[in-house]
């Protein structure tokens, strides 16, 4: 697995929007700003500003965004401005070979987890879950969120992942494991059985996160990876945020917490990590060899 070089002061990266547009069009222009007072130089795609429907731009456009963004020597570094839906629209139109002959620093997460999982997997390259730029909640990301974040952007992103204070974590199934990090969005994840991308837990730790989906929805498609082997393939698991995912009716629901512990884990498994649609939130290398240890409560990427 290879890790693409940091970024460096001076550097050009790519401003995409893969999936949903911003929604506000002076969204695009703070993470342009964000960009520039970070040292870079940013580069706009053609989806950055496009929009057709719910999508930033048809999927031929938000493609070769994509393809352009790994071709194009100019460019270091890529980031995603939001997630929302579209990438796996536009999964048989990547040229994986072109990003794999020229791996570069990914950011994003959400929707994005599709494209992690791809790059991970077909090009064998590390890519970065990560806050994107173009949002709402990032306009005022806290300290934690914006260091945890630059550690990835600027650094190897190796060493103790913490969370932030006030936030505890808990190990529902003790142990040690070692493993590559995968995973993302829970949607996603089980949106990608039965497909060329697919994702693949044998010896990995993975990590899920959802936002604004009942819990019964949750239920389903935990139990959708569950069936498919994928908690039983795994080193590991990481549980994230899971946020706003509440019942319209609590008093006729089970709560997140019941439904995973119904999934009988047998594999080390924290849950509570600060990571996903909130913030303050961590951000993640995945692809890098991570380890869970119960017995010295620590989640730490190794490599």
Same mark, same amino acid.
């Given at each position: ?17 893969? *999936? ?17 007072? +970070? ?7 053609? *989806? ?39 990438? $796996? ?31 991970? $997997? ?127 009716? =609590? ?11 119904? +999934?009988?884990?047998?594999? =080390? ?35």
């Amino acid at each position: 697995m290879i890790r693409p070089k940091i970024l460096k002061n001076g550097d050009g990266v790519a401003l995409i929007a893969p *999936s949903t547009p911003p929604e506000m069009p002076h969204l695009v222009d703070f993470a342009v700003d964000f960009a520039k007072s +970070l040292g870079f130089r940013p580069i706009l795609g053609e *989806s950055a500003r496009a929009t057709y429907g719910y999508l930033a731009g048809d999927d031929d456009l938000r493609a070769d965004d994509v393809n352009w963004a790994f071709e194009n020597p100019e460019i270091a570094g890529i980031f995603c401005l939001r997630g929302g839906y579209g990438i $796996q629209r536009i999964l048989d139109k990547i040229d994986f070979e072109k990003a794999a002959a020229n791996p570069k620093p990914f950011f994003g997460y959400s929707d994005v987890t599709a494209l992690h999982t791809a790059f991970n $997997q077909k090009c064998g390259f590390i890519t970065y879950h990560t806050p994107m730029l173009a949002t709402p909640g990032f306009v005022r990301a806290d300290g934690y969120t914006l260091d945890k974040f630059a550690r990835q952007m600027f650094g190897t992103g190796t060493g103790e992942l913490r969370n932030p204070e006030s936030f505890n974590w808990d190990f529902l199934v003790g142990g040690t494991a070692i493993g590559r990090l995968c995973g993302g969005n829970l949607a996603i994840l089980a949106s990608s059985l039965g497909t060329d991308f697919e994702i693949d837990t044998r010896g990995k730790i993975l990590f899920i996160e959802e936002v604004e989906e009942e819990p019964y929805k949750v239920d389903r498609m935990l139990n959708q990876l569950r069936l498919a082997g994928k908690f039983a393939d795994c080193a590991g698991v990481v549980f994230g945020d899971f946020a706003d995912c509440l019942a319209k009716d =609590p008093d006729k629901s089970l709560e997140i917490p019941e439904i995973i512990a119904n +999934l009988e884990l047998t594999v =080390p498994t924290m849950t509570g990590f600060r990571c996903g649609h909130c913030y303050p939130t961590a951000s993640l290398p995945m692809g890098a060899f991570a380890r869970l240890s119960s017995a010295a409560n620590k989640f730490e990427v190794l490599e």
